[in-house]
């Protein structure tokens, strides 16, 4: 199976909104109410920031918000700030065989 | 506090071995299932394989590009995981990190709580 897809890059000006999706298929986004996102700083290891779609762990700010739609899910960082800048990874669980896919990534800077 | 101490990376020759471990504190890790996950430099994150908790069983899976080749073990005295890898290969060259889940709910979706802060594996002649 092949890694979910995410556009590479994103941006938004500091307060505003930035959206970043993940587009699998029926066997992984779309199949399970399984999707994660990790926050990703140079040098630093993952810190998950959504799981099961749109829940956060404790401490994550709800500025962060994740969702769902058929087969691709997206990741809305709202009211941007400068330490959101960083590279933002989905996954999702895709069966016993292969449990699960990640995303390929997207950098997103804060202009 | 939830702390997951890697060690054990280094510079190994294509063909060779190498063991990990990743020393466990600030949780019961008898309980924990606990899993590896490897990022190639540059490049985003793949899993590894997982290891359940003894009560559960303390059965293993893996990826398929590793199967065979690593085996996941856990010292739950030590509180230690450790990862054994053989047939070393030049796509083995990443950074692999140790990750703990706290709850069987993440351990069933696969999302991925506690991190260590990586060791790394260079497979080179």
């Known amino acids: 199976q092949s890694a979910l897809t995410q556009p590479p890059s994103a941006s938004g000006s500091p307060g505003q909104s930035v959206t970043i999706s993940c587009t699998g298929t029926?066997?992984?986004?779309?199949?399970?109410?399984?999707v994660s996102w990790y926050q990703q700083r140079p040098g630093r290891a993952p810190k998950l920031m959504i799981f099961e779609v749109r829940k956060r762990p404790s401490g994550v700010p709800d500025r962060f918000s994740g969702s769902k739609s058929g087969n691709t899910a997206s990741l809305t960082v709202s009211g941007l700030q400068a330490a959101d800048a960083a590279t933002y990874y989905c996954?999702?669980?895709?069966?016993?065989?292969?449990?699960?896919?990640f995303g390929g990534g997207t950098t997103l800077t804060v202009l | 506090e939830v702390l997951l101490v890697e060690s054990g990376g280094g510079l190994v020759k294509p063909g060779g071995s190498l063991r990990l471990s990743c020393a466990a504190s600030?949780?019961?890790?008898?309980?924990?299932?606990m899993t590896w996950v490897r990022q190639a430099p540059g490049k985003g994150l793949e899993w590894v394989g997982r290891?359940?908790?003894?009560?559960?069983?303390?059965?293993?899976d893996y990826s398929a590009p590793v199967k065979g080749r690593f085996i996941i073990s856990r010292d739950d005295l030590k509180n230690t995981l450790y990862l054994q890898m053989s047939s070393l290969m030049s796509d083995d060259t990443a950074m692999y990190y140790c990750?703990?889940?706290?709850?069987?709910?993440?351990?069933?979706?696969?999302?991925?709580?506690?991190w260590g802060q990586g060791t790394m594996v260079t497979v080179s002649s």
């Open positions: 990750v703990a889940w706290t709850t069987l709910e993440l351990a069933a979706t696969y999302a991925f709580d506690v």
């Open positions: 600030g949780f019961t890790f008898n309980y924990a299932w």
């Open positions: 290891i359940k908790s003894r009560t559960d069983g303390g059965t293993t």
């Open positions: 996954s999702s669980y895709a069966g016993s065989s292969n449990p699960v896919l």
């Open positions: 029926s066997s992984d986004v779309g199949g399970y109410d399984a």
